[in-house]
């Protein structure tokens, strides 16, 4: 089955640039989707399409993908930047799968 | 704005059943796929099905496929999941999410906050 895979962890200073990557066979022909998801709450879409921000989304939030890996860039992170971030995507068959998640510590 | 309320989750014993519920408003329901994710205690999301929007179409994960059945009502606005034969690796935080069928890709743009599900003796 397809598979999405992400670092478990990333940590971070406040102002630091922090990367999250997602690698997955089929992302140089799929989007990639990022949803952060923090304690206690439900997931929320960050990026869509590799590298679209749905509105309200801060700017420091961007996304890109080559070849196969795509790249979640938090550009100054902040405290309540930390969470959970998921990549999701779909294979050629149409199954949808999410990664194993990132905790981004910012501290 | 868009809501999603999910309500129905609960303490079930092995084998027994649970119906959940998603109310939805600030968008015209009917138009949009719907779909379930859960997130089991500690782990991350695993989509479990969705159904068109007039329901003739409906899709499941294979761990699922048999024991539970996705509907939805558009005459009340509400997206319903029947868990049947309930197992232990069932317990999760199930996830009602509007599902976005675009040319370029298929995401899940909404979610609701979720309903816990425990599936204990």
């Known amino acids: 089955s397809y598979e999405l895979t992400q670092p478990p962890s990333v940590s971070v200073s406040p102002g630091q640039t922090a990367r999250i990557t997602c690698s997955g066979d089929?992302?140089?022909?799929?989007?990639a989707y990022w949803y952060q998801q923090k304690s206690g709450q439900a997931p929320v879409l960050v990026i869509y399409e590799d590298s679209k921000r749905p509105s309200g989304i801060p700017e420091r939030f961007s996304g890109s993908s080559s070849g196969t890996m795509a790249t979640l860039t938090i550009s100054g992170a902040q405290v309540e930047d930390e969470a959970d971030y998921y990549c999701y995507s779909t294979d050629s068959s149409g199954s949808r799968v999410f990664g194993g998640g990132t905790k981004l510590t910012v501290l | 704005e868009v809501q999603l309320v999910e309500s129905g989750g609960g303490l079930v014993q092995p084998g027994g059943s649970l119906r959940l519920s998603c109310a939805a408003s600030?968008?015209?329901?009917?138009?949009?796929?719907m779909s379930w994710v859960r997130q089991a205690p500690g782990k991350g999301l695993e989509w479990v099905a969705n159904?068109?929007?007039?329901?003739?179409?409906?899709y499941y994960v294979d761990s699922v496929k048999g024991r539970f059945t996705i509907s939805r009502d558009n005459a009340k606005n509400s997206l319903y999941l029947q868990m049947n034969s309930l197992r232990a690796e069932d317990t999760a935080v199930y996830y009602c999410?509007?599902?976005?069928?675009?040319?370029?890709?298929?995401?899940?743009?909404?979610w609701g906050q979720g309903t816990l599900v425990t599936v204990s003796s």
């Open positions: 600030g968008f015209t329901f009917s138009s949009y796929w």
């Open positions: 089929a992302l140089p022909k799929k989007y």
């Open positions: 159904i068109k929007q007039d329901g003739s179409e409906k």
């Open positions: 999410a509007r599902d976005l069928q675009a040319v370029a890709g298929i995401y899940f743009d909404y």
